[in-house]
């Protein structure tokens, strides 16, 4: 009995807490007022709207937004949303009003608000622009000129990021072939905050002719970093140990590398691939900050090494990792090969490549015939078998003709002297 009661008082005392479960619902709020949007700067899109008129009392306002296709839903207590988008097409934002910060809680009627793309042809917009930070102190852009623009077109670039107190305008612009280009300082970016950085872009041209095409860069995102530094290399162990500098602004841990090795002995490249700077040395642990250490096994001091060392950012600290750097300056270490060797070679082998030549031309004609043995000639055969017959119908042949010489000579004479004596 005593329990039941308790059961009984404890019921009421629920009943009491919760209203007796009869409250009503939530009540529908009025839609907000005067949603209106607005541009900062390049690409930095505003939305303000007032609170609405008439909404309970008992209300705690919350505000839902969200923009086209219900993306990016957000629920505040701020009457104003902004957002870092390119303006090259049309952007919606929806408001609506609420009791809660709950998103299954009713909400107004949403009001909605557009700001439309730039005026112009679409095809007179430049087109496939990229930007590539250089060691995140200087920016270089590339484009395309549109379809429909005329060759002598002048183009004006302008870009602004936080640290900036104004938008600037490119100066240096220069063709690159079909390309055209322009590079532009990042001063006063502060490193420790990259990810919240980013640089916007508009690129039109001064006769106002082609449409605007705008860009938002990450400083996160396509950064080329300088090459590194090789300080110092050593061998230890059997193994080559290679010690360097990290390109300014950068970390080993968002840094890949890549170590080229060219052995004199093998004459072969060694590339190896390496993330992060990994060295169980101890003579690294001396080495400032910044200092990265490699251990490559299978090097040894008695032939000549050079080394080379590039880097590209890793994903664990940027968007992407496309980009290497460029090769840095050679180092060797190791033992040269000695140049008196190679300098009796040169005039060793002159030599006997002079020697190999004479007693070629001196023996040139025995090897003539024994390479090329003589053809019999059936002409000397024939002469040999009957030399002696064609020799005696030869001789008979001028016995021949000089006896009819003579007889001929004979004649005359005698028929001179007949007629001599005939005449009186």
């Known amino acids: 009995m005593e329990l039941s009661a308790r059961f009984c008082g404890l019921w009421a005392l629920l009943l009491c807490l919760t209203g007796g479960g009869g409250a009503a619902p939530t009540e529908t709020q009025p839609p907000v007022t005067n949603l209106s949007v607005s541009v ?7 939305w303000t709207w007032n609170p609405p008129e008439g909404a309970s009392p008992n209300c705690s306002l919350w505000y839902f937004s969200h923009f086209g296709n219900e993306q990016e839903k957000k629920i505040a207590l701020e009457t104003h949303r902004l957002k870092e988008v390119p303006l090259n097409e049309r952007i919606c934002l929806q408001v609506g009003s609420q009791c809660s910060a709950n998103e299954s809680d009713k909400r107004s009627t949403l009001v909605e608000n557009c700001i439309l793309p730039p005026e112009g042809d679409p ?11 250089h060691n995140l102190r200087y920016m270089k852009c590339t484009w395309l000129p549109g379809r429909n623009t005329r060759p002598d077109t002048n183009y004006i670039l302008y870009y602004w990021h936080r640290s900036l107190g104004k938008i600037l305008q490119c100066e240096n612009i220069h063709r690159e072939g079909q390309h055209i280009s322009c590079s532009f300082a990042l001063t006063n970016v502060n490193e420790s905050s990259l990810d919240q950085h980013s640089v916007q872009l508009m690129v039109t041209d001064n006769a106002g002719k082609i449409r605007p095409y705008f860009n938002i860069v990450p400083l996160t995102s396509h950064v080329q970093p300088d090459p590194p530094n090789i300080t110092e290399l050593f061998f230890q162990h059997g193994d080559l140990y290679i010690l360097g500098k990290n390109p300014q602004y950068f970390y080993s841990k968002c840094l890949s590398y890549q170590i080229e090795v060219n052995n004199s002995q093998t004459e072969a490249q060694y590339i190896l691939s390496f993330e992060g700077s990994k060295c169980d040395n101890s003579e690294s642990e001396k080495n400032l ?3 990265i250490c490699f251990r490559v096994p299978g090097f040894f001091p008695d032939t000549l090494n050079t080394v080379r060392i590039r880097v590209k950012t890793n994903k664990l600290c940027y968007e992407d990792d496309k980009f290497w750097s460029n090769w840095s300056p050679a180092r060797s270490i190791g033992k040269k090969a000695n140049p008196i060797f190679y300098i009796t070679m040169l005039l060793i082998i002159p030599v006997i490549v002079a020697g190999a030549i004479i007693v070629l031309l001196l023996y040139l004609k025995r090897l003539k015939i024994i390479i090329f043995p003589p053809i019999p000639d059936p002409g000397k055969i024939f002469k040999e078998m009957f030399g002696d017959q064609n020799d005696d119908t030869l001789h008979w042949k001028k016995y021949d003709i000089y006896e009819k010489q003579t ?12 007629l001599k004596r005939a005449s009186p």
């Open 40 to 46: 900062e700067n390049l690409c930095t899109v505003i």
């Open 123 to 133: 095809e007179s917009a430049v087109t496939e622009l990229q930007c590539i930070s």
């Open 289 to 291: 900050e910044g200092t």
């Open 407 to 418: 007889k001929e000579e004979t004649d005359s004479v005698v028929l001179i002297e007949n």
